[in-house]
């Protein structure tokens, strides 16, 4: 063999042994510690639903063997997905596990923490602190006493490693934490299954699965850094929820910030702001399309359509003006828009049905705080609806028969949500927990209240970005509580705005993803 062949021949081994294939979102997927039986990996961009495949005799003593979905991240990160096993369970061990995974490298022995779930329905964060170590019981385990979960969570901050596991509806659960060295820097992360068996494979599908970076402490911490500066710290997702099974599409994503959309064109289009301007995008994703304003920029979060759906609202900076937000109304197929209100701050959360009023939530007569108030389109009066002298109310939204205006207050120490009739009167809590509840969406068919929840260790008049948050869901005309339908990243621009589809069905919103470059 000449020289240049040989050569040529090691090109070729190396590409075979170096060569990945991406699936989805990750880089590469393989098999860790040689299998009897190979696994596999498939993603759905339809369903943006992956499909895991795995043999594998267990994840355990000082070697693995599984299947392994995975990319290489460094930082901080919020790994979350729904998991289930699927295909013919019959035989199957009772310890065949999913879950997610950070992992110092691929080899066999490798440093790592599981968040496990089994099919019998163990719930366990397990570690192995350094390569090659054998993985003790119950040391390097923390049990969770509730059987099963759908959702799991899996995060590292600094060096601590935490998971989270919920059943549908529920919120997430801490199953426990722990730290590791080995896993500080550089990791693979991903998702994996194992059989627990040398002559099985296992199958499971995985979904809603998302990669999160939240803001690194020094933003959060430093009193030097201006919440505006914050803005551009993380990339957006524009995603669409199905609300029967929770299932999520993300149909576009950015580096920059965008916020608050609202379906338009009869559930084809959804519109939303970004640097102060309005856009429009298809709901199977695109180009995204600015829409004509007129002479009014720095349009922020809250605009609202009218029920019959010809009127746009905004919230806005005025031009020639000082101050903050001024609300302004204008046909939704765009042009020159309409000032309404002449005092600032004011902020639009709701047109009534009829489009002839508007409810908004404003600071007047040198009050230090926000109330509600509704305001004619047509000469401009506002009627007071709320008169508080103490915290925060906001987010005022009339129901679709025009009976109720919900909204969101602060009346015993956390945000709660409320509703009233359109006049201020019978006001009644609807929320009782220890969530921070703010923005209350009613579905088009009046069946249903969408709102975000916010963690219990924020300020409750404040609303901030860049928080582990919650969209929940709570019937309307039939009995029930609230349930979680959805676990992202955001906060502020999430779910600001209404935003169901025409046939309540749907709900669009926006997360937080990855940093800018």
């Known amino acids: 063999m000449t020289r240049s062949l040989l050569f040529l021949c090691c090109l070729l081994v190396a590409g075979t042994v170096f060569a990945q294939h991406p699936v989805g979102l990750f880089d590469d997927h393989a098999d860790i510690g040689n299998p009897k039986m190979h696994g596999d990996a498939a993603y759905d961009p339809a369903t943006q639903a992956y499909t895991l495949k795995g043999g594998g005799s267990n994840i355990w003593f000082n070697r693995d063997e599984f299947h392994f979905v995975y990319k290489k991240i460094k930082g901080d990160f919020i790994l979350t997905a729904d998991f289930a096993f699927s295909g013919d369970s019959a035989g199957a061990v009772g310890h065949r596990k999913i879950g997610w995974m950070i992992r110092e490298s691929t080899d066999e022995g490798a440093a790592s923490a599981n968040a496990c779930n089994h099919i019998d329905g163990l719930v366990v964060l397990q570690w192995r602190p350094y390569h090659g170590m054998f993985m003790r019981d119950p040391e390097e385990e923390r049990f969770y006493p509730k059987k099963g979960g759908q959702t799991i969570q899996l995060q590292r901050i600094g060096k601590i490693i935490t998971m989270k ?7 997430l659960q ?24 040398s002559n099985q494979v296992a199958t499971a599908k995985v ?12 933003y959060t911490s430093n009193p030097h850094v201006k919440p505006e500066a914050l803005h551009d710290v993380l990339g957006s ?12 599409k993300v149909i576009h994503e950015a580096p920059g910030r ?17 640097g102060g301007v309005l856009y429009t995008i298809p ?7 600015k829409l004509n304003t007129g002479n009014v920029a720095g349009i922020n979060n809250d605009h609202m359509i009218s029920f019959d759906g010809k009127m746009l609202g905004i919230s806005s900076n005025r031009v020639g003006a000082t101050g903050g937000s001024y609300v302004h109304v204008l046909p939704l197929t765009g042009g020159e828009p309409i000032l309404i209100t002449d005092a600032s701050p004011s902020y639009l959360h709701g047109w009534a049905p009829g489009a002839k009023e508007l409810a908004i939530v404003a600071k007047r007569n040198g009050s230090s705080v926000y109330n509600l108030y509704k305001v004619s389109v047509k000469d401009k009066n506002e009627t ?10 906001d987010g005022p939204e009339y129901s679709p028969d025009g009976k109720y205006i919900y909204y969101n207050a602060n009346v015993s120490g956390t945000m709660q949500i409320w509703r009233m009739r359109p006049d201020g009167s019978g006001k009644e809590q609807l929320t009782f927990d220890e969530y ?18 916010f963690p219990m260790d924020i300020d409750p008049d404040s609303h901030p970005s860049y928080k582990d948050v919650t969209l929940r869901l709570m019937p309307l005309t039939s009995p029930g509580a609230p349930r979680v339908i959805a676990y992202l990243y955001g906060g502020q621009g999430t779910l600001n705005a209404l935003s169901w589809s025409p046939d309540s069905k749907h709900l669009a919103f926006v997360s937080n993803s990855q940093p800018r470059p």
């Open 436 to 453: 921070h509840n703010w923005f209350p969406h009613i579905s088009p068919d009046g069946k249903w209240m969408a709102y975000i929840s």
């Open 165 to 171: 596991i919920a059943h549908p509806g529920e919120p």
């Open 207 to 218: 979904w809603n699965v998302r990669i999160d970076k939240p803001v690194i402490h020094e």
């Open 283 to 289: 709901i199977e994703g695109g180009t995204p399309e």
């Open 174 to 197: 801490l199953v426990g934490s722990c730290t590791t060295d080995a896993l500080e820097k550089d990791v693979l992360v991903g998702l994996y299954i194992c059989s627990h068996d």
């Open 237 to 248: 997702r524009l995603e669409i929820l199905d609300i029967s099974d929770g299932a999520r």
């Open 384 to 393: 007071p609806l709320t008169n508080n002298t103490r915290t925060h109310v």
């Open 258 to 274: 965008f916020e608050a959309p609202n379906y338009i064109a009869n559930g084809k289009k959804l519109l939303f702001n970004e």
